[in-house]
């Protein structure tokens, strides 16, 4: 998704917002259906990296696409109910993993070659609502500021057309005429490119091609950061990074471990809750607190040279399977079901109290939010900060992806904002590593690092130019 966001927002503002957006989502669905079929981890993953490709793209481009197409009075706002189909789409897939994948039952196999289990229905019907997508696209005009850019101004001007016509049909005015008192024309740029000979094969052009374009994005991507746009775009992609900089609690309940091998490993107070080892062998290993013992060592498991102290003993909490697969989606759910509200706020907000306001009140209160996981004590604590987190957190994003549209001009729009948003997929991958490897030590550091890099970005984010009078200009 990193890379697609770079490569496929940078070649929207070369060939074209929808024609880019085509190939996003039809590569995407493409590869998400195929995932469901295929046979074997590793073809699993390449559909799943290529579909991730694919869908990279498409955010970057929607927000260029209908941002181009909005009037400035009313843009902020618009944006902010797109997206809240973003949310539409996590309660979309929340409630199918919820509704479909614990039913182990609806599962067939055709011999020992093929199998094919309630999961990859979930697949399926998650990629659904992409197949929608493509089919709606059919009938989307161009963006008519990407046709000025490029010089298409009758194009542009049809479509124009047919927004003001649709406008005011619905507002009873059909009578009132389109007119156009003037046009402004970018200045056009001559470029000198290279050409392969016509006897070059068909492999070589395509390849030849391939490095012109992403040669081309990058220098439209350096472009952001000259003056006088240096600044901005800094603030930018560090309010981005922080903002996805957080991290993932995660408890993991009935792991079964099969033909593992555990070697010089301690074990120091585990609570395996329907956890079990099948043939697997411990040598040299030491175990202390643990509720591991014979009755979680099945099918001909071995211990070889290991110490047991301080076992727990009596009874232990378990989850019934299905109980636990039900429970681990319905909290997936409340956590997306939790940013309505904010979505709400921000939409109705954004063009009255301003982007910026919203920006660094969202960050620095989901900052604070975040500091208060320190304080957790039960589960049913952690699920609440979760969804408070989530709740405050997205007026944050709506506002930083409107100011993120409205903060480039057209030729180079989808470049920055692929840009950004890659920069989000990093740092999330960042997030994720660096937490990860610091929680088993202790979770205040991770906890405090999440919360101050979260009030670090609103506060830069407070920085930024105010961009709710702007004109999405066609060229600088």
Not at 106 to 119: D, E, K, R, V
Not at 215 to 227: A, Q, S, V
Not at 245 to 256: D, Q
């Amino acid at each position: 998704m990193m890379v697609g966001a770079f490569f496929w927002g940078g070649m929207s503002d070369k060939v074209g917002r929808r024609q880019c957006l085509l190939i996003c989502m039809s590569t995407n669905g493409f590869f998400a259906f195929l995932s469901s079929f295929v046979q074997g981890y590793g073809l699993f993953l390449l559909c799943r990296v290529v579909a991730g490709f694919g869908i990279g793209g498409a955010v970057p481009i929607v927000f260029s696409f209908f941002a181009e197409v909005l009037s400035r009075e009313k843009r902020g706002e618009h944006l902010s109910w797109l997206c809240m189909f973003w949310m539409i789409g996590e309660i979309y897939a929340s409630a199918m993993a919820w509704a479909i994948i614990p039913h182990y039952g609806w599962s067939f196999s055709m011999g020992s070659a093929y199998q094919f289990h309630s999961w990859r229905v979930f697949v399926v019907v998650c990629a659904l609502p992409c197949v929608c997508a493509v089919v709606a696209l059919t009938f989307m005009p161009e963006s008519p500021r990407f046709y000025l850019e490029v010089g298409k101004h009758d194009e542009a001007w049809m479509i124009l057309k047919q927004i003001h016509d649709t406008n005011m049909r619905a507002r009873g005015q059909p009578e009132k005429v389109f007119t156009v008192n003037r046009i402004k024309i970018p200045k056009q740029l001559d470029e000198l490119v290279e050409m392969e000979s016509e006897s070059a094969n068909r492999v070589s052009k395509f390849f030849f091609r391939i490095k012109t374009e992403i040669h081309g994005i990058y220098l439209n991507l350096m472009k952001c950061f000259n003056y006088p746009m240096r600044e901005n775009m800094t603030r930018l992609a560090i309010v981005w990074f922080t903002l996805s900089f957080g991290f993932i609690n995660m408890k993991l309940k009935s792991v079964t471990f099969i033909d593992s091998t555990f070697r010089n490993c301690q074990f120091d107070d585990v609570t395996s809750v329907g956890s079990f080892f099948r043939n697997c062998t411990f040598i040299d290993a030491f175990f202390f607190n643990t509720d591991i013992d014979e009755s979680k060592l099945l099918d001909g498991t071995e211990v070889v040279n290991s110490t047991f102290t301080h076992n727990k003993t009596g009874c232990q909490m378990t989850f019934d399977d299905d109980y636990s697969a039900y429970w681990v989606y319905f909290i997936n759910f409340l956590g997306t079901l939790a940013v309505l509200p904010g979505n709400i706020v921000s939409a109705l907000l954004m063009d009255k109290i301003g982007r910026l306001s919203m920006l660094g009140g969202s960050m620095v209160l989901s900052g604070i939010s975040c500091f208060f996981l320190w304080f957790g004590t039960s589960e049913s604590m952690m699920i609440f900060m979760l969804c408070l987190y989530n709740g405050l957190s997205i007026s944050a994003w709506n506002s930083l992806d409107v100011v993120t549209t409205e903060s480039f001009p057209t030729v180079r729009r989808g470049t920055g904002f692929g840009f950004c948003n890659a920069l989000c997929k990093l740092a999330a991958v960042l997030g994720n590593l660096i937490f990860g490897s610091l929680v088993g030590i202790t979770k205040a550091i991770p906890i405090l690092m999440a919360s101050s890099v979260l009030v670090g970005g609103g506060l830069v984010g407070l920085r930024l130019p105010d961009t709710r009078a702007n004109v999405l200009i066609v060229a600088t």
